[in-house]
């Protein structure tokens, strides 16, 4: 029994100490599945073959950042690397955080906290955690190779589910839209092109059905795998129109169409639509929002529910105060303020370079979650150590200047006709552009 015992204890002993845990090098939350496991492994792999480094990305939401979670990600880095040459960034429900150790930190700078940060942000706040770690591993690649003057470690392999995606075939799932317009009102939500899940079809539904009974507003979303013979405006009007949407004797909503074939958004407002949601104001906002961001990024869950929202927002104020204008500006990009205040006395300092002696050297950076353009102060040296904290976010409106009815920003086209008549005989505004 004794031998028996020693035996397996032995087993234990060799798997810990020479082999890490299934999925370690990646820790969410949400359960990856076995498939998404071992792509996460493969480029962790991939990384440390090419480069030498071991990288762990960590998402834990029952930490909102502070000391705490910072030795959290410190321990793990700790626990489950093999090598000096490591690093680990982690994510809270506040913020990021970023350890590296060895020559991980020689190659990676402060600065790069914030390069990571973005790549990962959309998919982060989609909830879309195995996409966090894959965008996480892409950005990290690109870093090293260009720090280190060699070819990226990532094989075109990690990237075939989206090139799949993009190269699907939309033609088959193009939406009809009735000859006559509908005397019974459609479906806010119609997903033709399959860009949702079941769950997340289900909770939009309800919470757009809910929004536009409650204000007495249509708010609808469409996708579709072609416009056919229609332009994006067109389409957008006539299925507003045809398919008996619009409250009372103006007709008042709007309509969201995403044509995935062609890459085309288009926004149609109609009735109270376009007093509420303007070319001149609403429009502008909506295409440097994450509305649209979160439509390139392929986040369309995240997108759709954010359009949902603001639409909320904008014909709530309408009808309660005025309409959003230059005047009377939406704040939903005001940022709070999150200061960190700096105050440690030498016997702490002392402390904190005692705890941390077990290892040689390594480099820390911390970052608060948000769309805020922060800004890094540091570095504070303790012995060997070295910390970056964020001072502070800005505090800000995203100020949103109109150019012209027709223009390009970041790869994306953009125009809005104004106020204009369909085919059905009914005033339309809105507008739109590629994604």
Same mark, same amino acid.
């Given at each position: ?346 016997? =702490? ?6 705890? +941390? %002696? #077990?290892?040689?050297?390594?480099? &820390? @950076? $911390? ?8 800004? =890094? ?6 012995? +060997? %150590? #070295?910390?970056?904290?964020?001072? &502070? @976010? $800005? ?17 994306? %086209? ?22």
């Amino acid at each position: 029994m004794k031998r028996t015992v020693a035996f397996f204890a032995a087993l234990l002993i060799l798997a810990i100490a020479g082999f890490p845990a299934f999925g370690d090098c990646v820790r969410t939350d949400k359960k990856l599945s076995q498939s998404e496991t071992e792509t996460v492994e493969t480029m962790f792999d991939a990384l440390k073959e090419n480069y030498g480094i071991e990288a762990f990305f960590i998402i834990n939401y029952d930490y909102d950042g502070g000391e705490e979670f910072r030795t959290y990600a410190r321990d793990y880095l700790t626990e489950n690397s093999q090598t000096e040459d490591s690093m680990v960034f982690a994510v809270s429900s506040a913020n990021y955080y970023m350890n590296t150790r060895g020559n991980a930190g020689t190659l990676l700078r402060d600065d790069d906290l914030g390069v990571l940060y973005d790549a990962i942000s959309d998919a982060d706040e989609a909830g879309e955690q195995y996409e966090c770690a894959v965008q996480f591993y892409k950005a990290l690649d690109s870093l090293l190779a260009q720090r280190s003057e060699k070819p990226t470690a990532l094989s075109a392999e990690t990237t075939q589910a989206q090139i799949k995606q993009d190269e699907k075939d939309y033609s088959a799932q193009t939406v009809e839209i009735p000859d006559e317009i509908s005397p019974v009102r459609g479906d806010r939500l119609v997903d033709k092109t399959d860009l949702l899940s079941e769950a997340e079809e289900t909770a939009l539904r309800k919470k757009l059905d809910e929004i536009s009974e409650r204000l007495q507003f249509d708010v609808v979303i469409v996708t579709t795998g072609s416009t056919g013979s229609r332009t994006p405006m067109e389409f957008a009007d006539d299925y507003f129109d045809y398919c008996g949407f619009g409250y009372g004797e103006n007709f008042d909503g709007c309509v969201l169409m995403v044509s995935m074939a062609e890459r085309d958004w288009w926004i149609s407002t109609c009735g109270y639509g376009e007093t509420a949601l303007s070319d001149d104001y609403f429009m502008d906002y909506i295409r440097y929002s994450k509305v649209i961001s979160k439509l390139s990024n392929g986040y369309y869950s995240a997108s759709f529910n954010a359009f949902a929202d603001i639409v909320d927002d904008f014909v709530t104020e309408a009808k309660t105060n005025e309409p959003y204008s230059a005047k009377n500006r939406y704040h939903e990009w005001k940022f709070k303020v999150a200061g960190v205040c700096i105050s440690l006395s030498a016997g =702490l300092i002392t402390g904190y370079i005692v705890m +941390k %002696s #077990k290892r040689d050297s390594y480099v &820390s @950076s $911390i970052r608060i979650k948000g769309e805020a353009a922060g800004y =890094l102060e540091g570095p504070v040296q303790f012995g +060997k %150590s #070295k910390d970056t904290f964020l001072r &502070s @976010s $800005i505090t800000k409106t995203r100020r949103v200047e109109r150019e012209s009815s027709s223009s390009s920003s970041s790869g994306s %086209s953009y125009s809005s006709p104004g106020s204009h008549t369909s085919s059905s005989g009914r005033s339309h505004g809105g507008g739109g552009g590629k994604f």
